[in-house]
């Protein structure tokens, strides 16, 4: 079960109450193998025209690095003559990128979901578990059809939330069996590497340069905070696929303009990069590459209406930059999960006239 034509209707009773999960809730009924078959048919959606979402509303914190945002979405099913909307939802998420020096995530929220149906709330979910599983099984996608098959090697750039669900959803896709990891702070990649070898029973070595942990790796992970290169073209080897999920906006980037340039370069959505990626802004401007140097989205990959690489040993890139859709279709399969497994808390919030 991953996508819906509808909500599933909740319990007798409780028709009008709203689910909150729990950051625990999400990551037991989310695990990445299914997220990365969820997210399959998220962006098969978006590329078939059966989702709606604007860009991103963000707000930059004066004076800071800081943002909040709000990112709707809707999906649909049907015919062009008899669409409806299965789901509907808004992720509202602050970024404080700082916190990773305390004890409280980088991204902090919620997803809210209602239904198409009466525009009922039907769940309210934790953001931060969401967004670390689903960004991952994006990238877990990406590289199941861009990395070479016998990808063995890989290389993550950051040891935050990310770098640890990406060490996940690579291990679902490829048979990893050499693990690499950099981070700004040594101590950091040092700790990283300790317990990413405890939970997932595998040697993690950690290294003090970025170029150490690539060279000769078959899929590298950008997963840092940086707002200037940590990946540099020169140190790629031919074949390699790269996930760049750090840098959202259009002034940051991780990869240097040569990694961008020798690349094929798939993206979540166009609209998206051509507004918030530094990684391929930043060298556009620079009149390094064109637009089109963007192959296309992995949804029309995956319906086969974009190619794909033209070579094995072409390097690869997926730029990833996170849409609203991503969270809906998760917060679908979670409520989906949830009512089936009788998780969650639910309560009353309102929503009902009290005169009929
Ligand atoms: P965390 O805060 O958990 O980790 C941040 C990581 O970035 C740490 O490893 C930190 O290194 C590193 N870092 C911070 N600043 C720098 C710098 N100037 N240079 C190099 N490395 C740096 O964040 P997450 O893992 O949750 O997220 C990682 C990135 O991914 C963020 O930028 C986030 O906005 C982005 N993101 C993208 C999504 C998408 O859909 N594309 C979705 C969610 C997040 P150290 O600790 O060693 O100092």
Known sequence: MTYLSALPEPMPGSANRTLILSDLDVTRLLPMAACIDVMEHALRALAAGDAVLPLRTVLRLPGSSDAFA????????GTDHAKRTSA???????????????PLDSHIGVVLLFDGQQGRLRAIMDASSITAIRTAAVSGLATRLLARPDATDLAILGSGAQAMTHLDAMRCVRNVQRVRVWSRT????ARFAA????????????CFTAREAVTDAHIVCTVTSAREPVLEGEWIAPGTHINAVGASFSTTRELDTAAV?????YVDRVESALAEAGDLLIPIVEGAIERDHIRGEIGALLRGDVAGPDAADDVTLFKSLG?????????QYLYARALA???GTSVFIGGVRHDM
Do not use: H
């Open 88 to 102: 509907l939802g808004a992720k509202v998420i602050t970024v404080f990128p700082g916190n990773d020096l305390t």
């Open 261 to 265: 340039r020798r690349a094929v370069v």
């Open 323 to 331: 849409l609203a859709v991503e969270d809906l279709a998760a917060a």
């Open 186 to 189: 040594p101590s950091r990649a």
């Open 70 to 77: 709000l990112m709707p979405s809707l999906l649909t099913t």
């Open 341 to 343: 497994t009788e998780t």
């Open 195 to 206: 317990r990413a070898s405890a939970r997932f029973q595998c040697p993690v070595e950690p």
